[in-house]
């Protein structure tokens, strides 16, 4: 009856491991703890050994062994073969290529204004300028008080400024660095800070957040001699030496006198068009002699002392440098203008 059992039990097992397909693979777990898991069929087949007749003893057990045997040896054969297989699939799937062209990381630029600053900033350094930097949240007294334009000066209406209250605003100028560092430092000095400033201010040449770079230097013997050479090497060394540039007349209530600096337009190169609006040139800094009482304000003495100061536009110079016709696009994001500065 045993024998039997064990007969029909390998003949069963045999043939079903050996139809098992590759995709089927898991199934041969499922055999093994069928057969020999703690209730499996041969394990209670060997339970029943103690019922068996002491004589037939030796021939059973011999069987249960070869079943055991024959089914454990065509599970470890499939098992294998299985193996096999996946391991080539693995091989097959994970192949390189290695005359593939390698796939490059797509590298970065620096942005136009900060490549500016960073031109700016060289140049300054060699002439002897420290740099500083300034809040963009300002006070009403360093942006405007300070530098002369007490409050309902008209000319506060030049600077469309955004208030945070009566006293607190996003900065309209990096001027508002001057009284600053004139209060802290001892003459003669000579600095420059690069930095975000804020109007209510918006067209092909105007963007609400824009950069300046203010420059300034107090001395005993300085002149508008002085400031007009400065500038020039410093805009011939930033824009190359055949530049156009143009001094004007100005008004500031800070520098006395004053004037404003004009540099040939980066889209008609002076024919005139509407970006310069016919003129062939486009303003690119305020400057002048700083005037008395602005000093007198910050506590040094006008009658040793005088300066000039400046107060470049940096997002006109980066149009200017790279030939971009709307200062819109330095503030877009896209990929594509970017990947132009490279
Ligand atoms: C001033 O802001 C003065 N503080 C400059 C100055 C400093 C004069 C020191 C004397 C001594 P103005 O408002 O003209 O001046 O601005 C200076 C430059 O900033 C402009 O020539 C222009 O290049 C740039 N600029 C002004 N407003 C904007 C704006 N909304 N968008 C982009 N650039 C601007």
């Given at each position: ?112 204004i ?19 930097e300034g809040p963009e949240v300002e006070s009403d007294?360093y942006n405007f008080?300070?530098m002369?334009i ?6 506060r209406d030049m600077q469309d400024t955004f208030f945070i209250n009566?006293n607190i605003l996003l900065r309209s100028q990096t001027s508002a660095v ?15 800070c690069p930095g975000k400033t804020y109007r209510n201010d918006s067209d092909?040449t105007h963007s609400p957040i824009f950069h300046q770079l203010e ?71 305020g ?24 107060g470049f536009g940096l997002d006109r ?10 200062i819109k696009?330095l503030y ?11």
């Amino acid at each position: 009856m045993l024998i039997e059992e064990l007969d029909i039990l390998k003949n069963t097992v045999l043939g079903e491991i050996d139809l098992i397909q590759y995709s089927e693979r898991k199934k041969l777990a499922d055999i093994r703890v069928r057969v020999f898991g703690k209730n499996g069929t041969l394990t209670l087949i060997s339970k029943g050994m103690r019922d068996v007749e002491p004589q037939d003893r030796p021939r059973v057990g011999a069987l249960i062994n070869e079943v055991r045997n024959a089914i454990e040896n065509s599970l470890a054969m499939k098992e294998n073969q299985f193996k096999n297989q996946e391991l080539n699939e693995k091989l097959e799937n994970e192949k390189i290529d290695i005359t593939e062209p390698a796939k490059c990381q797509s590298k970065g630029a620096v942005h136009p204004i900060s490549d500016v600053i960073d031109k700016m900033i060289d140049i300054c350094v060699k002439m002897g300028f420290s740099v500083v930097e300034g809040p963009e949240v300002e006070s009403d007294y360093y942006n405007f008080e300070a530098m002369n334009i007490p409050k309902n000066h008209p000319s506060r209406d030049m600077q469309d400024t955004f208030f945070i209250n009566d006293n607190i605003l996003l900065r309209s100028q990096t001027s508002a660095v001057q009284a600053r560092e004139m209060e802290i430092r001892k003459p003669p000095f000579k600095i420059i800070c690069p930095g975000k400033t804020y109007r209510n201010d918006s067209d092909s040449t105007h963007s609400p957040i824009f950069h300046q770079l203010e420059g300034l230097v107090i001395d005993e013997n300085v002149s508008m001699a002085d400031l007009k050479s400065m500038l020039t090497i410093l805009m011939k060394r930033l824009f190359g030496e055949d530049t156009t540039i143009r001094f004007r007349p100005s008004f500031f209530p800070f520098t006395e006198p004053s004037i404003e600096v004009d540099v040939s337009c980066p889209t008609c190169h002076g024919k005139g068009c509407s970006l310069c609006k016919s003129t062939g040139m486009l303003e690119l800094l305020g400057a002048g002699i700083v005037n008395p009482k602005v000093l007198e304000i910050s506590g040094i003495d006008s009658k040793k002392y005088r300066g000039f100061a400046f107060g470049f536009g940096l997002d006109r110079t980066a149009m200017i440098l790279n030939s971009i016709g709307n200062i819109k696009y330095l503030y877009k994001n896209d990929i594509r203008f970017l990947d132009q500065m490279k």
